[in-house]
């Protein structure tokens, strides 16, 4: 565990968050700043800076995505679609150096991206 790392200590239980689904190997919360009806985070409990560190691992990366499934299947998001993102870096705009993947939903979510 990284004690420097916010979603590490989400992990550990040191900071609060609104779990949604858990697995011995990920953990899924509600954002806290949510950017869609539905915004869930889904992260693996062991650390990984980004989705480029994650891909070393498949079995880990397996893990989160069938997490991101089942947080998709509970939220009733299957039916009229969601969207599964990673930021990833700095153009990216990724703000939290724990890897995770942004379960969004809902409503109907708008273009892929703000710039175009
Ligand atoms: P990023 O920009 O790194 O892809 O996304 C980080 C996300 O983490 C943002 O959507 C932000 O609202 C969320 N976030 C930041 N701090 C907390 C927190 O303490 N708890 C929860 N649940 N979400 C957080
Ligand atoms: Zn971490």
Excluded at 36 to 43: D, E, T
Excluded at 64 to 70: C, P, Q, Y
């Amino acid at each position: 565990m990284d004690h420097d790392c916010l979603f590490c200590r989400i992990v550990a239980g040191e900071i609060p968050a609104t779990v949604v689904y858990e697995t011995p190997t990920t953990l899924a919360f509600r954002d806290i700043d949510p950017k869609a009806a539905v915004h869930v985070l889904v992260i693996p409990k062991e650390h990984y800076a980004d989705v480029v560190a994650l891909s070393a691992d498949p079995a880990a990366s397996a893990d989160l995505l069938a997490t991101a499934s089942s947080v998709a299947e509970g939220e009733g998001l299957t039916g009229d679609g969601f969207r599964l993102m990673f930021n990833t870096g700095r153009f990216a705009g990724q703000e939290v150096f724990h890897v995770h993947a942004h379960v969004l939903g809902g409503e109907p979510l708008g273009p892929m991206l703000a710039l175009r």
